[in-house]
């Protein structure tokens, strides 16, 4: 297989002296999606801030298209080009959409589909319905679609996207299903945080269950599905 976007090895964080991550290894790799499975409280969020660089207490490898990153700050890793959706969305609620959007743009990358307002609004086409709105006037799913959005201005080559389907409504959660398929078709590479099976399985191709920090499965979407056990005492509540 080519090589990966995104190596992580070893990966270790804390929080003051309760470690939370211990020795996480994953890989992804172009125009894939990959899941980050377990309950809450596996771990999941502390995955992904730690790879972004969020989070002080924290050692291993982070390879970003071959480049260690594990040492750049926030600021450097997201302009070498790893976008991040955080789950709490962290709009800017007095801006507009536009303003929004505005905010998370970066130049074009080689080997990264290059987004643009007028692009995204043909992906988001509720968006495009409201560009002057400020973000305290938009429903939970609408302030979601636009964090992905504004992660996109910054043309990364790959997302991680935290817990997206998490406290919207079903019919929001369907069009996220859609949309996540629709930007994997224009070459857009995920990690994805979820606890939701169903969506996972609708989404992903391979996935990694966490449980207290630890990895304990990794495999393709349809060996986790057909793993009862795994599923049993890992995902279910």
């Not at 992905?148 to 919207?168: C, F, H, K, Q, W």
């Not at 590479?189 to 939701?196: G, K, V």
């Not at 795994?230 to 995902?235: G, N, Q, T």
């Amino acid at each position: 297989m080519n090589t990966p976007i995104l190596e992580v090895n070893g990966l270790n964080a804390s929080y003051g002296r309760a470690q939370i991550l211990f020795d996480v290894s994953l890989k992804v790799h172009p125009n894939e999606v990959v899941a980050v499975m377990g309950r809450n409280g596996a771990g999941k969020s502390t995955t992904f801030k730690a790879i972004m660089g969020h989070l002080r207490n924290r050692s291993g490898s982070v390879r970003l298209r071959g480049e260690q990153i594990e040492k750049l700050p926030v600021y450097q890793v997201a302009r070498r080009g790893l976008g991040f959706v955080p789950e709490d969305r962290r709009i800017f609620s007095e801006l507009t959409v536009l303003e929004n959007l505005d905010l998370g743009r970066q130049p074009p990358r080689d080997g990264a589909a290059t987004w643009t307002i007028e692009t995204l609004f043909e992906v988001f086409p509720n968006l495009a319905a409201m560009p002057h709105r400020p973000g305290s006037d938009m429903s939970g799913g609408e302030q979601q679609m636009l964090t992905i959005a504004r992660t996109l201005m910054g043309n990364p080559y790959l997302v991680l996207l935290d817990e997206p389907s998490e406290g919207v409504a079903p019919v929001i959660v369907e069009r996220l299903a859609r949309l996540i398929l629709d930007l994997k078709a224009q070459g857009l590479t995920i990690l994805l945080s979820e606890q939701n099976l169903a969506f996972a399985a609708a989404l992903a191709d391979r996935v990694y269950v966490l449980d207290r920090g630890q990895i304990v499965f990794d495999g393709t979407m349809a060996e986790l599905s057909a793993n009862e056990a795994v599923c049993r005492a890992y995902l279910t509540m």
